[in-house]
């Protein structure tokens, strides 16, 4: 019998870290936050302070990023409902990676319970 998508998102959740909005909230500025949402969804809004690196070259790209490449770097990690988090989270644990926190509800959750949010800023070429 054939997994789902949601079966592999349940089986990654049950491998990490997970903490709620909440508790993000206090983790501002003391983590390399990393959305991996695609940019059009990182664009309409995201994390104070969050780097964009889409789930589809996560692997690839986190090394890119001083902040983040080092194995050791305190990372949280979070996309719009947490599923693509979970499964990037379990992904950078095979790479290496072992300080990493998802968080639950994902932007959705972080919209709706009204917490900060931040675009990038527009170029404006005229």
Known sequence: ???TPHD???E???????VPCQEVLALLGKRVIIDVREYDEYSAGH????INIPRGILEF????????A???????????TSGRAALSAVQLH???YSDII????GFDQWSNEQRPTEKPEQINFE
Do not use: N, W
């Open 1 to 3: 019998m054939a997994i």
């Open 8 to 10: 592999l998102v349940v």
């Open 12 to 18: 990654a959740k049950s491998q990490i870290r997970e």
């Open 47 to 50: 994390l104070p302070g969050a």
């Open 61 to 68: 790209k986190i090394g890119m990023v001083p902040e983040a």
């Open 70 to 80: 080092p194995r050791d770097a305190a990372l949280l990690i979070y996309c719009r």
């Open 94 to 96: 095979k790479l290496g």
């Open 102 to 105: 998802s968080m639950a509800g």
